[in-house]
């Protein structure tokens, strides 16, 4: 309970509903990576038949938050669907990787690659790289949801190659699961997997709502959100649980699962966003954002742990 009050304390004066500055923007978190210094990339789980932009840029470099909206021309075979996760492509400034949940009626199910960029008289704009699709299409055409992905991380191994870790959902079914490989052109070259569960921690969870890979030394600490939420009004729970580390090996990386550490529990709040905050805010390392269902969501900075 201490540590909710202080983590209310600190996000007070930034949090806010997610209602953008600008009406295409998403008005829920379904995940977020950092921007620059004042920004952070945002994507909505908007479906194929929505209008609603996929894409926006939350901005905390003025005195009030502002939501932009970032329009993609075009997404190859049809606009993305229910995006639930996006990390910056390691080595640059503007690009991006963003995941759909998985496979609907045998569509769907892809990784893409993103430059932003911004145009002086359109504002922000995505191009499309390249696409891939991780994980085969289910025998029955759509992906269940324990197996749907909900968090990515991406890093470089030493030999230059992005290696892509995927988060898949579990929920009071079973487990989550790491799925982990390497993005090659157009092909996703997949190397290993592990099942890990929050249930213990946060009963009847998904054990991955979102996923951050966090350096440290040569390895990277994992971090999962885990979440529940019964209905479309909760009551919900989440907490952010380290669960191991990927680590050097063989010129790439393999995962060496640890004991589930809780870094910070979150009451009536459903997190599916989880990013390292802009510069903008000090004196805070991660912040969330949350898909509250019937309540819309809310973006609030962690304060910083012991």
Known sequence: MRRYLSFLALGAWLAFAAAPALAQ?????????????????????????????????????????????????????????????????????????????????????????VKL????????????????????????????????????????????????????????????????????????????QCDFSTHVEVPTSRSCADLQLVPEGDAFRVLTVAATDPSDQGPFRSAILEIGHFVPRGGSFTFQKAPNRVLWWLEGLKVEALAPTPAALEGSQFCIGTDDEAYGGIFRPLPALP
């Open 117 to 192: 960029v911004h145009h002086p008289d359109r504002g922000w704009t995505g191009r499309v790289l390249s696409v891939c699709q991780p994980l085969p299409l289910p025998s029955e055409g759509s992906t269940p949801s324990p197996l749907q992905v909900e968090g990515i991380g991406a890093i470089l191994d030493s030999r230059g190659r992005l290696f892509v870790v995927l988060g898949l959902r579990g929920g009071p079914e079973g487990p989550g699961s790491l799925v982990w490989g390497t993005w090659e052109q157009e092909a996703f070259v997949r190397s290993g």
């Open 25 to 113: 923007g998403p008005v829920e978190f379904s995940g977020m990576a950092r921007f620059g210094r004042h920004g952070l990339l945002v994507v909505s789980d908007a479906k194929a038949d929505s209008s609603k932009a996929r894409l926006g840029i939350l901005s905390l470099a003025g005195k009030s938050p502002r939501m932009l909206p970032v329009e993609v021309e075009d997404w190859g075979d049809g606009r993305a669907s229910d995006l639930e996760s996006c990390c910056p492509v390691p080595g640059t400034d503007d690009e991006f990787l963003l995941a759909e949940s998985g496979w609907w009626k045998g569509r769907g199910g892809r990784l893409f690659r």
